[in-house]
């Protein structure tokens, strides 16, 4: 498995920031990351195209950030990151040389620039074209898109948990193919921005929890504190970022993902009503 075409920035909507450090912040919210994108693209946007006004640019933006350390110390964040459209619709290096019109700038980030050409992220090798495909008909937005491209845990236990809930193989193409669908997998996905009853565990992002050197480490569920058993929902439950502390908070959080689980299915088997 792995995908045959480019995920950073597939386009219809979908942009990709996530290994520049977009999310690496406790509060990773669609309206803090929008301000700090809107800054960053504000300050390099009007700069002369000379690598010591954006190394300069850069580091004041760095030293402004104190106050908001990463999550993942060992994960680094680029003040290179912004929108590259007018509509700010769109996340990607602004120091790119396809972005600038010709000066490649994105060794003033924190990466080089040829680490920063050759990287792909582990979702290139783990998800399936016909995956990653979804994923951008679904996630069509740059925060979203982000956030559910990167999980392939989240992508893959969705559609296990379909698959089990269908009793047979799903074709994601099937799921893009009826708008009605599509909205249903997305307000699935959607729960990695949505899910209520999360705001108090923010030093997790996802399944993932920084250990003593900052460096994300997997996450399990403790289902002997929890007096549970382990179910089929929990791989999700993870990704959705839940760190539920008593029994009622896990199977909340178990219903939520099946019942948008349920939507997908429902969407997907009933026939449409034929035109008169
Ligand atoms: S996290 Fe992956 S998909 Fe996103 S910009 Fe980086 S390499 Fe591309």
């Known amino acids: ?40 693209t504000d300050t390099f946007r009007p700069l002369p195209q000379e690598p010591e006004a954006w190394r300069s640019a850069a580091r004041g933006l760095l ?10 110390p060992a994960v680094r964040v680029c003040p290179l990151l912004g929108f590259l459209d007018a509509e700010r619709t769109r996340v990607g290096c602004l120091g790119h040389p396809k972005v600038t019109g010709g000066a490649d700038l994105r060794d003033c980030g924190v990466y080089r620039a040829d680490i920063c050409e050759t990287f792909t992220c582990p979702s290139f090798t783990w998800l399936s074209d016909a995956q990653a ?18 999980d392939v845990e989240l992508v893959r236990g969705c559609l296990r948990l379909l698959e ?63 007096g549970a058993r382990a179910s089929p929902e929990d791989e999700v439950v993870l990704c959705l970022g839940y760190v539920p502390q008593r029994l009622e908070e896990l199977t909340a959080a178990r219903e939520l993902v099946r019942s948008h689980v349920h939507a997908v299915a429902r969407a997907l088997t009933v026939r449409p009503i034929p035109s008169p």
């Open 133 to 150: 495909r979804l994923v951008q008909a679904a996630c069509a937005d740059w925060y979203l898109y982000g956030l559910v491209i990167t």
């Open 1 to 40: 498995m792995s995908v045959s075409f480019h995920l950073c920035q597939p386009g219809r909507g979908a942009s990709c920031g996530a290994c520049c450090g977009l999310y690496n912040f406790r509060d990773h919210s669609r309206a803090t990351l929008t301000e700090r994108l809107a800054t960053q």
């Open 164 to 226: 089990w809930e269908l009793a047979g193989p799903v074709d994601p193409e099937a799921l893009i193919a009826r708008p009605a669908t599509l909205e249903a997998v997305r307000q699935l996905f959607a729960l990695k921005e949505t899910a209520p009853g999360r705001g108090s565990h923010a030093a997790v992002f996802g399944r993932f929890t920084p250990d003593t050197e900052g460096e994300p480490v997997s996450r399990n569920l403790d289902y002997a504190a929890l």
């Open 63 to 72: 030293e402004a950030r104190q106050a908001t350390p990463p999550l993942f």
